[in-house]
């Protein structure tokens, strides 16, 4: 059997470290600094990240031997994915093995959101009744605008019908069939703007996503609009959110990702309108040990030459 060596540098479910110990020397070194990742990396032949570590153009050149970077949950952002095809390294992620998980959280967010939760609990908890200033919204009969119609925003989709929410879709990457067929009315992203009740996004983040709604975006859609984010930070230009929570465009926005992470207190984190989560979309434990079943296994294959599920680049 082949002398494989695996480095985790984010740390990995016990039952994902089993699975390749079973098959190669694993090294757990969770919270490896960027300089120190660049000392040992050559070492190994796989590698595998959550969201923390930067896979940079300098980590692949530091490291001949690298054939797999794994990614043990959906976004590739922090992987160079050009260095890597430059150096021939396979990057695999697991993309299903979160998808409830960050389901689950956005509806939780849009409850929260619209109904005030969190400044209930607060103020219950500081010994104070104000419960003529917390009339909130339902979602019955709202529409909801789902933008990225893929995995995980037609598992929020089939959640939200289940509150006799209307939803529209808008997806470029599919057909207006497939998004019916997952039970979405497909529209532009004008169309669904302008018409939704509440906004959720579920898209990657790359070049055509970046700042997908900005200051002019806002300027399309219902006054008293909802805005929810579990997907990417970055996707939402935060500035012009600020703005339009501020002059009362955007009703309140639950995030569960933002720009820079950890975001420090900012006028967005802090603002009274605003739920806020630290990026925890695939912290359940049940998804956390689907992610590190999927990823190590499918490095395992990468490593065996055998056909894989996942592969980004």
């Known amino acids: 059997m082949p002398e494989w060596k695996i480095l985790l540098t984010d740390g990995l479910e016990q039952n994902g470290q089993d699975i390749l110990r079973a098959a190669a020397q694993v090294d757990n070194r969770a919270g490896i600094s960027a300089d120190d990742l660049l000392k040992v990396v050559a070492e190994y032949d796989a590698l595998i990240v959550r969201g923390r570590t930067k896979v940079t153009a300098a980590v692949f050149d530091a490291a001949p031997r690298l054939k797999v970077v794994g990614r043990a949950g959906v976004g590739v952002d922090n992987i160079d994915l050009n260095a890597a095809k430059a150096h021939n390294v396979i990057v695999v992620n697991s993309p299903t093995a ?7 959280l956005t509806l939780g967010l849009m409850l929260s959101v619209v109904r005030e939760i969190p400044r209930a609990d ?8 104000i419960k003529k200033e917390l009339e909130g919204h339902e979602l019955w009969r709202k529409t909801l605008g789902v933008i990225g119609f893929g995995r995980i925003g037609t598992e929020v989709a089939r959640r939200a019908k289940a509150f006799d929410m209307d939803i529209l879709a808008y997806d470029p990457l599919l057909p207006a069939e497939a998004i019916r067929l997952r039970g979405g009315e497909p529209v532009s992203l004008d169309e669904l703007l302008h018409r939704a009740d509440i906004i959720t996004l579920h898209v990657p983040l790359d070049e055509n996503t ?6 002019e975006a806002f300027a399309k859609m219902k006054d008293g609009v909802y805005i929810i984010c579990a997907a990417r930070g970055g996707v939402i230009d935060e500035e012009a959110l600020l703005q ?54 499918e490095v395992l294959a990468a490593l065996e030459g055998k056909p894989l599920r996942w592969r980004v680049a």
């Open 98 to 104: 979160t998808t409830i998980a960050v389901a689950e």
């Open 122 to 129: 607060a103020t219950m908890k500081a010994g104070q009744w």
């Open 210 to 215: 970046r700042n997908l709604l900005n200051a």
């Open 244 to 297: 339009a929570l501020n002059s009362g465009k955007v009703a309140g926005a639950g995030l569960d990702v933002f720009a820079t992470e950890p975001p420090g207190a900012t006028a967005l984190v802090t603002h009274p309108k605003v739920v806020c989560t630290p990026h925890i979309g695939a912290q359940t434990v049940e998804a956390q040990t689907r992610a590190a079943e999927d990823i190590a296994t």
